[in-house]
């Protein structure tokens, strides 16, 4: 089964959340934090899961924007979009939705994927007196799924969906019109990693081949050719390994 990417209507109306909360705070990227936020807002099991637990949305806000201001995020500028922890969080949930035989990603993934996210798992909700194993339990409950043995890794049972025999009359209705949801701009960021990772055999190359050039060159004397091959090579990596940090 291939990796799941697609986003459900929930869980993009939940990002749309993350944006503002990012926004309102005045912080340039979207952090895991924001998603955080945007938990409490989304109706469904991130909101009741995080209820059950005794997490509060108003402490949750106040600790974020401290620690945000901590990082001294420029107040006033332009949303930049999801940062890179925000994406691997992204990720978990993906492989979240995955395990359990999901074909899109819904909001108590991406609470799923938040929690396997270390600075969330082991500041945000310790500063909110908040369990992380509890807080995966109530998820896990609300979908009528047995609990995880290992906080670290999901669990790959999965309860199957009933089959509904389809009525006979069904075939002389007209069909249903769909609806197209406008993608996420998050949601583009969850196939970047997988590109830079299919990348990296290729800057690794480029890196040898640079020390290589290098070495050869302190040994007969640099011509300008080699020089700027060199600085070529040096600009491709530097591009990759700084792009790949955002």
Same mark, same amino acid.
Do not use: C
């Given at each position: 089964?291939? +990796?799941?990417?697609?986003?459900?209507?929930?869980?993009?109306?939940?990002?749309?959340?993350?944006?503002?909360?990012?926004?309102?705070?005045?912080?340039?990227?979207?952090?895991?934090?924001?998603?955080?936020?945007?938990?409490?807002?989304?109706?469904?099991?991130?909101?009741?899961?995080?209820?059950?637990?005794?997490?509060?949305?108003?402490? /949750?806000?106040?600790?974020?924007?401290?620690?945000?201001?901590?990082?001294?995020?420029?107040?006033?500028?332009?949303?930049?979009?999801?940062?890179?922890?925000?994406? /691997? #969080?992204?990720?978990?949930?993906? +492989?979240?939705?995955?395990?359990?035989?999901?074909?899109?990603? +819904?909001?108590?993934?991406?609470?799923?994927?938040?929690?396997?996210?270390?600075?969330?798992? +082991?500041?945000?909700?310790? #500063?909110?007196?908040?369990?992380?194993?509890?807080?995966?339990?109530?998820?896990?409950?609300?979908?009528?799924?047995?609990?995880?043995?290992?906080?670290?890794?999901?669990?790959?049972?999965?309860? #199957?969906?009933?089959?509904?025999?389809?009525?006979?009359?069904?075939?002389?209705?007209?069909?249903?019109?769909?609806?197209?949801?406008?993608?996420?701009?998050?949601?583009?960021?969850?196939?970047?990693?997988?590109?830079?990772?299919?990348?990296?055999?290729?800057?690794?190359?480029?890196?040898?081949?640079?020390?290589?050039?290098?070495?050869?060159?302190?040994?007969?004397?640099?011509?300008?050719?080699?020089?700027?091959?060199?600085?070529?090579?040096?600009?491709?990596?530097?591009?990759?390994?700084?792009?790949?940090?955002?």
């Amino acid at each position: 089964m291939s +990796e799941v990417q697609t986003l459900s209507p929930r869980s993009r109306a939940l990002l749309k959340l993350a944006d503002k909360e990012a926004e309102e705070l005045g912080n340039r990227y979207v952090e895991p934090e924001h998603l955080l936020l945007a938990s409490f807002k989304a109706e469904g099991i991130p909101t009741t899961a995080l209820a059950n637990v005794g997490a509060d949305y108003a402490r /949750a806000r106040e600790w974020t924007q401290q620690a945000r201001m901590e990082k001294r995020n420029i107040v006033g500028s332009a949303l930049q979009g999801a940062s890179q922890r925000t994406r /691997a #969080a992204l990720k978990a949930a993906g +492989e979240q939705a995955k395990t359990m035989g999901h074909d899109a990603i +819904e909001p108590e993934h991406i609470l799923l994927g938040l929690l396997q996210e270390a600075n969330t798992r +082991e500041t945000t909700l310790r #500063a909110l007196k908040v369990d992380a194993e509890d807080l995966r339990a109530e998820v896990y409950l609300a979908l009528g799924l047995p609990l995880p043995v290992k906080k670290s890794k999901p669990i790959s049972t999965s309860a #199957a969906p009933p089959q509904v025999e389809e009525s006979p009359l069904r075939r002389f209705l007209p069909p249903v019109p769909t609806v197209k949801e406008v993608a996420h701009p998050l949601e583009y960021d969850l196939g970047k990693d997988k590109g830079i990772r299919s990348l990296k055999p290729v800057y690794i190359f480029l890196l040898l081949l640079l020390l290589v050039g290098f070495a050869f060159g302190l040994g007969r004397g640099i011509g300008t050719m080699t020089f700027v091959g060199l600085g070529i090579l040096g600009l491709v990596f530097m591009a990759w390994y700084f792009g790949k940090r955002r």
